[in-house]
């Protein structure tokens, strides 16, 4: 591996350990253990090293290659023997080769790709932790209302009988209680299932049974894009996107590639060197010789015009790849914008139709009391209330991914921005 760029992998790396462990927060422990833990993030690291040993690889065929061989011989000649030993130093280097040449250029761009799919794979557990953790958020959230929901509809359910058993309501009002009630019942089932899902999700990135999840205070600011325009935005994503830029260097790198399998029909150009010692033949002497070979491909059976199709259809791949990722960013960050905007509004919109439900609850269960609602009413209004609730919760933690979202578009997600959303969840 490049020495300077694995000093570059390191330092990202412990930069990347010492931030996460900076505060002792949910999400901060997680990422700790994901970082660790994940397997999707230890094979993307692995990959991204692995592909930088092609600069090596590609940088050698520039290099000379020097061999050392040993030989021993024996022969017999009318009855007399001769043994000889002998050394031999062979320095092969390459003096003009332009698909050597072209190689080298195409693995120049490795480097850099290397670390730009690390950082890829950084961002992109980040990503996948914050995701993965809302959603979880989602399910405990779920499960709480399914659970309020439950013992308000059997508190309900109880008062329903009380009524019925002096007389005061009919059988068709206990059958409708115990029919809602029944029904939160088996949404409380789903939602359980839902949240032990969501634990198992989190223990299959970061390796920590039972996360103990908590949510975003109440006070956690929504706010919208206020800075810059759409066009200035789509610009900044445009110049920081990973998966952008990895596009380009592979294009650019395709196009070298190109280059290499089209120069392959010109002569190539290599010199040798031959020091030569030995017990007998050459000890005194010490022999060398020197040669010049020039190469002149004539015909390989079409592999070489093969080849060269080949790769010139990889690099219109690789710029056509390019070209429609950058499309992607910038419908992508479009649509951010306003769905982040959007959602600035959703949860205000949330948040006043929580309030109206509860007075609405409120007023029909005073109806119910003096006989001006029937049960179906009061439990309408409750099931409305639950799913409320629901709305809004929901809404807030939608909010937090697009944000998040939008980090890792512009190519800006990083431990910061863990360690902030920790700070933001109750303790």
């Known amino acids: 591996m490049n020495a300077r760029f694995a000093k570059q992998s390191l330092a ?9 462990s900076t505060q002792a927060g949910v999400l901060t422990d997680l990422y700790n253990s994901a970082l660790k833990n994940d397997a999707s993030y230890q094979e993307s690291r692995a990959s991204a090293l692995a592909t930088e040993t092609g600069y090596d690889i590609a940088l050698s065929n520039l290099y000379p290659s020097i061999a050392m061989t040993g030989t021993s011989s024996r022969s017999n000649a009318t009855g007399s023997s001769t043994t000889t030993n002998g050394m031999t130093l062979t320095i092969d280097q390459t003096l003009f080769s332009m698909p050597a040449w072209y190689g080298y250029k195409a693995a120049n761009q490795l480097p850099e790709i ?9 961002q992109g557990l980040m990503f996948r932790l914050v995701s993965t953790y809302l959603a979880a958020l989602k ?6 209302v399914a ?15 009380a009524q019925f058993e002096v007389g005061l309501i009919a059988i068709t009002d206990v059958l409708e209680a115990r029919a809602s009630y029944d029904d939160a019942r088996a949404s409380l089932f789903t939602a359980q299932s839902g949240v032990e899902s969501a634990l198992d999700s989190l223990e299959k990135m970061t390796g920590v049974s039972g996360v ?5 205070q109440a006070n956690y600011p929504i706010e919208g894009i206020t800075e810059g325009s759409e066009s200035e935005w789509v610009e900044k994503a445009l110049a920081g996107n990973i998966t952008l830029r990895l596009k380009k260097l592979s294009e650019i790198s395709a196009g070298y590639e190109a280059e290499a399998y089209a120069s392959a029909h010109l002569p190539t150009l290599s010199f040798r060197y031959n020091a030569l010692s030995g017990d007998t033949a050459y000890e005194t002497r010490g022999d060398y010789n020197t040669s010049l070979t020039l190469s002149i491909p004539i015909f390989s059976g079409f592999e070489t015009t093969a080849n060269q199709d080949k790769y010139a259809y990889k690099h219109t791949e690789a710029l056509f790849a390019y070209e429609g990722e950058v499309k992607t960013v910038k419908a992508d960050t479009r649509k951010l914008l306003r769905d982040i905007e959007a959602s600035v509004k959703t949860v205000e919109a949330r948040k006043v139709a929580l309030e109206s439900r509860e007075k609405a609850l409120e007023a029909t269960s005073q109806g119910f009391e003096v006989g001006t609602r029937n049960i179906v009413d009061v439990l ?17 933690i939608d909010h ?18 863990i360690e902030s959303l920790d700070s933001w969840l109750e303790g």
């Open 380 to 396: 309408n209004a409750e099931t409305a209330l639950y799913a409320a609730k629901t709305d809004y919760a929901e809404a807030r």
């Open 139 to 144: 399910a405990k959230n779920g499960l709480e």
């Open 12 to 20: 990202i790396s412990i930069a990347t350990l010492i931030s996460a």
């Open 147 to 161: 659970e309020a929901q439950e013992r308000a509809l059997k508190r309900r359910l109880d008062q329903v009988n």
């Open 212 to 216: 103990d999840l908590k949510k975003i």
């Open 114 to 122: 290397t670390q730009l799919s690390i950082e890829a794979a950084d």
């Open 400 to 417: 937090i991914a697009l944000v998040t979202e939008m980090k890792s578009t512009l190519g800006t997600l990083s431990p910061a921005d």
